[in-house]
Nanobody
Framework: QVQLVESGGGLVQAGTSLRLSCAAS????????MVWYRQAPGKEREFVAG????????NYKDPVKGRFTISRDNAKNTVYLQMNSLKPEDTAVYYC????????????WGPGTQVTVSS
């Protein structure tokens, strides 16, 4: 089992930045690729960004490329999502998840953190 807890969400104005964190406990953190998903009101949950087990490979959904950066610190069992130049359409609940690879369906999910971007 892997337990995940997100933090860092909040209400911000468009154009500003937020950094989300996701702390993991349980099984070996570095054994998992880590991914961020988000779900906006009335929409399906969607992939945002992913990072491989050692942090060598990253992948991003097109609308966030160049604005969001995913990183991880395996010594701290934490994955981060730096979000810059936020837009109202980034408003969603953000979830971190652990998976075997970036492309596979996650095995473990956090409860989510709300990000609201006002215009």
């Amino acid at each position: 089992q892997v337990q995940l807890v997100e933090s860092g969400g909040g209400l911000v104005q468009a154009g500003t930045s937020l950094r989300l964190s996701c702390a993991a406990s349980g099984r070996t953190f570095s054994a998992y690729a880590m991914v961020w998903y988000r779900q906006a009101p009335g929409k399906e949950r969607e992939f945002v960004a992913g990072i491989s087990r050692l942090g060598i490979v990253t992948n991003y959904k097109d609308p966030v490329k160049g604005r969001f950066t995913i990183s991880r610190d395996n010594a701290k069992n934490t994955v981060y999502l730096q979000m810059n130049s936020l837009k109202p359409e980034d408003t969603a609940v953000y979830y971190c998840a652990a998976s075997k690879t970036i492309a596979t369906t996650p095995d473990y999910w956090g409860p989510g953190t709300q990000v609201t971007v006002s215009s």
